[in-house]
Structure formats: C-alpha cells, structure tokens
C-alpha cells in the first residue's frame, strides 16, 4: 500500500482457479444467462464515447463468443445487427456476487489474501469481458485503489498522475457517484481545445493474462482491449481516505442533481450515466450527505494518535465498499448503504517507506513515458524481466498526436445529443455559457476539496 505509481505484479496468481475463466469456460458455468454489454464502434473521433452514447445488447456469453469469433449470424442473437468489423462490445463492470449469485463457491476462484487481504475473494471484485477495441473512457475512481488481474487476451492502460489532473479537463457529466471523467479522447485527443492536455505524461502498460496490476488512489486511466477476447477481474481496495472522499461524492450528487434537474428536459442532456437510475431528491441527497459527514467523523474519533487505521475493519463492510459503481443496480441506496465506519484501513505511506519495496522480476514499477520519439507507446510486461518499466517508445502527449489508428468509437450519438457542444469546452466561438459549463467550475475537484474541508470545520472537525 506503499505504492505511490502503477506496479505490475508478475507470478503471484499462478495457482488461482480464476485463470482458468474464460469465456468459454465462462459461458459454461453461467448456463446461458444473459448480461448486458455495451457497444461502440471502432472509429476514431476527437470526443470521447462517453456511456450516454453507446448501444446496448442483453446476451448470452455464447452468443457474444459466436459473435467476436465471426460464426454465423444466427448463432450471435442480438449481436447478430452489429457488424464485428465496426462494433466493439463490453461486458463492464459486472459484479461476480451478482451474476454468479447462485454459484457462491466459486468467489473462493479469486484468491485476493495472496495479496495481503485476507477474506477478499471473488465476492468483493468485477468481472471485464470486451472485444478487440472495447474501452473505458479516461476517468479516475474517487474512492480506493484498484487491483486489476488480466485472464484472458491483452489491454492496454494508460495512466496518468493524480497531479495531472486539471490538464485532463475533469468533468462531472455524464455524472455517476465515483467516477470523475476526463473531456479528453486520450486515443485522439483535440489539443486545440484541451491544449493543457499537452502537459500531461502518461504511464502506458500492455497487461498480460496472468498479470496483477496496482492503480493507485486517484490515478487516471484509460484502457483498451487489444485482442479479439479480453477477461479481467479486478477488486477496489477501500482507504481511509475514502471518508472524506464520501464527503465530496455527496456534496457533488447534491449540486449536480440540484442544477441539472431544474434543467428543460426537452434539451435532451443525457447528464446521467446509466449506471444512475435516476436523480435523486435533494432530501435524499442532504440525508446522504449527513451520512457521509457521520462516518468521516465517526472514523476520526475511532482513530487513536499515532495509528493511521481502525482496528475492527470486517468482510462486510469490505462488499459495501466493492458497491463503487452502479451502487444501484446492487440495491445499495443513499438510505440503507452503510458507509465505512469503522474500516480505515491503509495509511498515507511514508517517503522512507518506498525505499524498501522490492521491486525487480515480480514487481515491475511503471514509469512515464520517455520523451525521445514522436510516437505514443507501450510497454509489454514480461514475467522475469526488470523492475522498471520505461516507455522507450511514448513521450509527452504534447509533443505529438496520436497517429497510430485505435479501435475507438465514434462519437456522432453523443454530438447529437449535446448540439451546442455544452458537455466539452466551450467552442471560443460560443459566447453562451452553458449549464454544463458552469458545473465544470462549481465541481470541480479542486472546488469541491475546499467546500467539503470548509463543512468539516463547520462541524467542528
């Protein structure tokens, strides 16, 4: 918990039962139980794809297999109106306590105690199944750190410091409580209109099957499938800084509900990420937010001087931290998800701290890309190799564009559905400032640090 920058870990998992989920092997155990998949097409745009803007398909992992392996039409169902050649599809974001509910003994497949977790299993970690060229767009978590296990094909990860964060134009819109999106196509970006953006320095890993990748805490990224068929597993591992973090999350729900639904509805801003059912009230959004304030402070007294965890963290309050997205879908309501308490587990690591990681053939430090060639790059980490890892071929995103093709979306949906272009930066031609424009400032992380810190002095914190 030391790590301060992305690390891979190589031969830890060589015993998990997990690296044997395929989808093959996948499809068999879900006996033709549908999941949804989120589908893009494979082309480049300025903009990024963003949830809003995507296609949607209830499948079977059958079909989808049938689907990305070019088998006739008939055998892909509903897959069957996507052409391959010009479709991506995402299985995200798919809690294994969920789908594979009924087959609890196989949450034992994840063994995350190899890391140092006891009791963390495959009941506390996501399920990933894309097609070449399915991607996430750049965002970071605002709560935990990320472990991410590669099991099947490659993805390629592009990670950028928490200190890059106002040269990637953060933005709450589309809003999803923990997510905070970047307006920058990282594939593709528009420097013209993000042009800070050329600040930026990139971390960029290809992930192999069998490999364990660390995000740290507030680290962007932006991840791509590069092969036909790729499957991870990955698990968010709460801190104590989450409290405060819950805090933020709060007060950002309440003003981004508050603006956006005294909004026309006629405008047709799909300002919310499917993973949001709905807005919610600002009752219960002020009831939420008295909740996150209670369990920040909660956390602080139970902290004893000296200590920087709680002592009685448990396996429950480890799943309602697991709830980091589509906190809905699994029934975990501003009302009834019970906040971390008492579980604070992992402190800010000392600078001495990092002298002793012992980094070498199975913990491979990611470094920045170097600055030497005008193409962007990545690193393929190879078990039994060094222990840093130099992006020989990337450089500074200014220094050049991305020129190589990327099996990206389009992004004509979601210019459809945003006319005036209010959901990116406004265009120096528009003299309009729009709603969008003005929550781009009102939440923006910096701001909402400040407001949440200025409310806990109010209450005496």
């Given at each position: 918990?030391?790590?301060?920058?992305?690390?891979v870990?190589?031969?830890m998992?060589?015993?998990?039962?997990?690296?044997?989920w395929?989808?093959?092997?996948?499809?068999?155990?879900?006996?033709?139980?549908?999941?949804?998949?989120?589908?893009g097409?494979?082309?480049?745009?300025?903009v990024?794809?963003?949830?809003?803007?995507?296609?949607?398909?209830?499948?079977?992992?059958?079909?989808?297999?049938?689907w990305?392996?070019?088998?006739?039409?008939?055998?892909s169902?509903?897959?069957?109106?996507?052409?391959?050649?010009?479709?991506?599809?995402?299985?995200?974001?798919?809690?294994?306590?969920?789908?594979?509910e009924?087959?609890p003994?196989?949450?034992?497949?994840?063994?995350?105690?190899?890391?140092?977790?006891?009791?963390?299993?495959g009941?506390e970690?996501t399920?990933?199944?894309?097609?070449?060229?399915?991607?996430?767009?750049?965002?970071?978590d605002?709560?935990?750190?990320?472990l991410?296990l590669?099991?099947q094909?490659?993805?390629?990860?592009?990670?950028?410091?928490?200190?890059?964060?106002?040269?990637?134009?953060?933005?709450?819109?589309?809003?999803?409580?923990?997510?905070i999106?970047?307006?920058?196509?990282?594939?593709n970006?528009?420097?013209k209109?993000f042009?800070?953006?050329?600040?930026?320095?990139?971390?960029?890993v290809?992930?192999?099957?069998?490999?364990?990748l660390?995000?740290?805490?507030h680290?962007?990224?932006?991840?791509?499938?590069?092969?036909?068929?790729?499957?991870?597993?990955?698990?968010?591992?709460?801190?104590?800084?989450d409290?405060?973090?819950?805090?933020?999350?709060?007060?950002?729900?309440?003003?981004?509900?508050?603006?956006k639904?005294?909004?026309?509805?006629?405008?047709?801003d799909?300002w919310?990420n499917?993973?949001?059912?709905?807005?919610?009230s600002?009752?219960?959004?002020?009831?939420?937010?008295?909740?996150?304030?209670?369990?920040y402070?909660?956390?602080?007294?139970?902290?004893?001087?000296?200590?920087?965890?709680?002592?009685?963290?448990?396996a429950?309050?480890?799943?309602?931290?697991?709830c980091?997205?589509?906190r809905?879908?699994l029934?975990?309501?501003p009302?009834?998800?019970?906040?971390?308490?008492?579980?604070?587990?992992?402190?800010?690591?000392?600078?001495?701290?990092l002298?002793?990681?012992?980094?070498?053939?199975?913990?491979?430090?990611?470094?920045?890309?170097?600055?030497q060639?005008?193409?962007?790059?990545?690193?393929?980490?190879?078990?039994g190799?060094?222990?840093l890892?130099?992006?020989?071929?990337?450089?500074?995103?200014?220094?050049?564009?991305?020129k190589?093709?990327r099996?990206?979306?389009s992004?004509?949906?979601?210019?459809?559905?945003?006319?005036?272009d209010?959901?990116?930066s406004?265009?120096?031609?528009?003299?309009?400032?729009?709603?969008?424009?003005?929550?781009?400032?009102?939440v923006?992380?910096?701001?909402i640090?400040?407001?949440?810190?200025?409310?806990?002095?109010?209450?005496?914190v």
């Open positions: 918990m030391s790590l301060q920058q992305p690390a870990f190589c031969n998992v060589g015993d998990w039962p997990a690296l044997h395929n989808v093959k092997y996948l499809s068999a155990v879900l006996e033709g139980k549908t999941i949804q998949f989120r589908l097409l494979k082309t480049v745009d300025l990024p794809q963003f949830e809003t803007s995507c296609s949607y398909v209830e499948a079977t992992l059958e079909e989808f297999l049938a990305s392996c070019g088998q006739p039409s008939c055998l169902g509903p897959f069957s109106c996507y052409d391959y050649s010009k479709y991506w599809a995402y299985a995200d974001y798919k809690y294994i306590a969920k789908i594979f009924d087959k003994e196989i949450f034992q497949d994840v063994r995350w105690s190899d890391f140092g977790f006891p009791g963390r299993s009941k970690s399920l990933w199944i894309g097609s070449e060229g399915a991607n996430t767009p750049c965002h970071l605002s709560y935990g750190c990320n991410v590669q099991v094909g490659r993805k390629r990860w592009h990670l950028f410091p928490p200190g890059d964060t106002s040269f990637l134009y953060p933005t709450r819109i589309p809003y999803e409580e923990s997510s999106f970047s307006k920058v196509n990282i594939a970006p528009d420097l209109r042009p800070k953006f050329r600040n930026s320095t990139a971390h960029v290809t992930l192999s099957p069998g490999q364990v660390l995000v740290p805490r680290w962007w990224h932006y991840v791509e499938s590069i092969d036909p068929v790729t499957v991870s597993i990955n698990s968010w591992i709460e801190l104590d800084a409290h405060g973090a819950r805090v933020e999350e709060a007060i950002t729900r309440m003003l981004v509900c508050a603006i639904s005294a909004e026309n509805p006629s405008d047709g799909l919310l499917p993973t949001e059912v709905e807005a919610t600002h009752e219960i959004n002020l009831q939420y937010l008295n909740k996150a304030v209670s369990a402070l909660k956390c602080q007294e139970a902290s004893v001087p000296g200590q920087a965890h709680c002592s009685n963290a448990g429950n309050q480890r799943t309602n931290a697991s980091k997205r589509k809905r879908e029934g975990c309501e009302e009834s998800c019970t906040l971390l308490t008492q579980e604070c587990d992992f402190p800010t690591p000392k600078a001495e701290e002298q002793k990681i012992p980094f070498g053939p199975h913990l491979i430090l990611v470094l920045p890309q170097s600055h060639t005008s193409v962007m790059g990545e690193v393929a980490v190879e078990s190799g060094g222990d890892l130099h992006e020989n071929e990337g450089e500074h995103f200014g220094k050049s564009h991305c190589r093709k099996l990206l979306m992004n004509d949906c979601e210019r459809a559905a945003h006319p005036v209010s959901d990116c406004p265009c120096t031609s528009q003299t309009a400032l729009s709603t969008n424009d003005l929550l781009d400032c009102l923006n992380p910096r701001v640090s400040l407001v949440a810190q200025l409310l806990l002095e109010r209450m005496g």
